[in-house]
């Protein structure tokens, strides 16, 4: 069992680290009273589901002291369960910047300041518990993120997902799009009669488009713009990518030309690559 207590001041970054875990293919809980980890572990255990790597988030909001959260940290481990505290923390002037960017009310108080001074002083002893601290202060949420990952020695074995998804566009583009490529200005093989029965992904088909020298000009032209785009989004702590190339029935240049692309990036080998076809069997 590999457990992470994640705790802190709000507004350091818990939910951020929640995210970055879940990301990692941890299962994720917020706000859960630690005394009742066991039993919920022992809950999915009984519905036939093992659960092997689990985050939880303790909020100051739940009134745990110190005292209680040290028992039940020791309780955990009796039950052969180990879990690593990570405690996230800022300075005052970053959490109150934050709080005001927000707009929200502090947990504790109306006034932030005071807000602020009240729960430091309550977290200090857990905080003096705590396996590994991250401090904020001057990281952004992608930022946060990695750190996370490094601190705890955990990183993404393929990085980030990308879906490469075919479309037609007369069904609609797919509402879950980062990047939308535009192919109908390729010659349409759906205008030859022995093609038009098939999808792109008949070598007749991909023939047809990828040796078309407007195709080859296009992904000259779009591979190291892809690759650009790719690396930044991935920087920025983006976990998927869906990336969405358009035909206008979605079923023979745009199916092609996906498949393409997607090889391209698997080539790259940096990302974990899927692809997805919408619109093929229409």
Not at 194 to 210: A, D, E, F, Q
Request: with cysteine; glycine share 8%.
């Amino acid at each position: 069992m590999d457990c992470v207590v994640v705790t802190g001041l709000s507004g350091a970054g818990k939910s951020t680290a929640l995210r970055a875990l879940e990301d990692m293919g941890y299962f994720c809980v917020d706000n859960l009273p630690l005394p009742l980890l066991p039993r919920l572990i022992g809950l999915y255990r009984d519905w036939g589901q093992a659960l092997t790597k689990i985050a939880v988030g303790v909020d100051v909001r739940t009134g745990l002291p110190a005292w209680v959260f040290r028992k039940s940290i020791g309780d955990l481990s009796r039950q052969n369960i180990v879990p690593r505290v990570l405690f996230m923390n800022a300075d005052n002037a970053t959490l109150q910047r934050r709080y005001s960017e927000t707009r929200r009310r502090h947990p504790l108080s109306g006034s932030v300041a005071n807000g602020i001074r009240r729960e430091r002083r309550i977290l200090h002893d857990v905080a003096a518990v705590a396996d590994k601290t991250i401090d904020t202060s001057h990281l952004a949420p992608p930022e946060v993120k990695e750190m996370v990952l490094k601190t705890l020695g955990l990183r993404h074995p393929r990085g980030m997902a990308v879906v490469v998804e075919s479309f037609g566009y007369k069904h609609g583009v797919p509402m879950d799009a980062d990047v939308v490529w535009d192919v109908r200005f390729l010659p349409n093989p759906n205008y030859v009669a022995n093609l038009r029965p098939l999808t792109g992904l008949s070598p007749l088909v991909s023939r047809y488009v990828m040796e078309n020298p407007l195709t080859k000009r296009f992904l000259e032209h779009l591979a190291p713009l892809q690759d650009f785009l790719l690396d930044r989004f991935a920087q920025e702590g983006k976990s998927y990518l869906t990336l969405a190339v358009g035909c206008t029935g979605g079923r023979h240049r745009s199916v092609a030309v996906a498949e393409a692309l997607a090889k391209i990036i698997r080539e790259n080998g940096r990302f974990d690559v899927r692809i997805h076809h919408r619109d093929s069997a229409r």
